[in-house]
């Protein structure tokens, strides 16, 4: 079982510069991380790390992993450490446990062959690392630390592509993997879809920390949300350090990507983020966070209503946005509902989030046998919920060409108001990733606007 609390006893938090995270629940990853560390501690070694059950399980490799096929180096299994110790590098102090240089020397992904309490096999897909190496129990004596391991002759899967993306090397993986099993697309056509789309899509990404929603087993499998990529990220990748207060993970802050290239759009995909995820504020130039620049009207009809009904609500936002010299632009969540941005001149959340409550509680007063300004659910059948709460710093929205893991590969996808005020059928305006694609051609980003055009709130 993980239990990090061996790690614990041995560290002082306020002695270290290790990460030591309180007692809790381990977060959730998709055991595939691995990190190399190079320790310069009484005898150089390597710390091998693997990501597996919210713990990174650990081996300390005096002659490190550079081998030729069939060889053997001793390999002392040694605590579960902490997730973000992935991330780790720096000085332990002399007279601490560990103490000396730490830093990291080789970090990838891996694929699982075997993992059992004896033997562990697995397939690194790392910079310096790259093929398949089995950790085994040379015996149960020394309280289970005595290990060996040994590179196989079996080089890395044929599943693990490199590519040049606009100058960067990375290697794609499991490309035949079906994502969207009632489909049958890929990952393949997923990284593609994303390639494709990136003109239009990566100006909505600009300045913005992106919150991947990753299904490594595709859509009907599991799914998690991914803030924090310091364990894993490439150094090319750009990412930015904010406060997460109330964390489910307990962490204090995390560092979110920005994706502001293809390269990175294509190591997200890759990592199966179907979703990406983008709050209404950017980055300011202290690499906080700045005031939004966006306010989001996020319409979720409670069934029987449906995207139709949120078509006529929208009609009525927009009517309201008018009236305030504001001008709205929508697009469908690739889900149920409708979302309509507003472009504005940079305000304070706490002025974003009460401007759009307002509204909808004006809309839900005056239209209260369809429109519903309150979350609950029990009162939200037949009726358009408007979510003005999507304003708050702390949240997030789905970003504009960003495909959705529903049953077929839809996207959030930008729409004119001809078609909202034409649409009559859920169909009207279901767009799947080629049907995008045909529609960038057609009319180019529907949402240009929103860096162009902003409003100022009232008041």
Known sequence: MPDLSEYRRKRDAD????????????????????????????????????????????????????????????????????????????????????????????????????????????????????????????????????????????????SSVPVVVDGRRLKVTNLDKVLYPSDGFTKAEVIDYYRQVAPMLLPHLAGRPVTFRRYPNGTAGASFYEKDVSRHAPEWVRTVRIATPGSAKGAESADFPLIDDLPGLVW???????ELHVPQWTINADGGKGDPDLVVFDLDPGAPATLVECCRVAELIRAELAEDGLVGYPKTSGG?????????????????????????ERLADAHSDTVLAVMAKARRVGKVFIDWSQNSAAKTTVAPYSLRARENPTASTPVT??????????????????????????????LAGLRTEPGRLPG
């Open 336 to 360: 149920k509902g409708l979302q309509l941005y507003v472009p504005i001149e940079p305000a304070p959340a706490e002025h974003t989030v009460a401007y759009a409550k307002a509204l909808a």
């Open 417 to 446: 108001w001809d078609e909202v005020a034409a649409c009559q059928r859920v169909a009207d305006l279901t767009f799947l990733a080629d049907d995008v694609l045909a529609r960038i051609a057609e009319h180019g980003d529907l």
């Open 15 to 158: 002695r270290t510069p290790e990460p030591v995270p309180d007692e809790g629940p381990l977060p959730h990853g998709d055991d595939d991380v691995f990190v190399v560390q190079e320790h310069h501690a009484r005898k150089l070694h390597y710390d091998v790390r693997l990501e597996r059950d919210g713990v990174l399980v650990s081996w300390a490799v005096p002659k490190g992993l550079l081998m030729s096929p069939g060889t053997i180096h001793l390999a002392v299994h040694t605590e579960d450490h902490p997730m973000e110790y992935a991330a780790f590098e720096g000085d332990i102090p002399h007279g601490e446990y560990g103490g000396g240089k730490v830093e990291i020397w080789d970090r990838g992904t891996y694929e699982t062959i075997k993992w059992s309490d004896d033997e562990v096999q697995v397939v690194f897909h790392g910079r310096r690392v790259d093929g398949q190496y089995v950790f085994f129990r040379r015996s149960r004596g020394d309280g289970g630390r005595d290990w060996m391991v040994r590179r196989t002759g079996v080089q890395a899967a044929p």
């Open 268 to 274: 997200a995909a890759n990592l199966a983020a179907i």
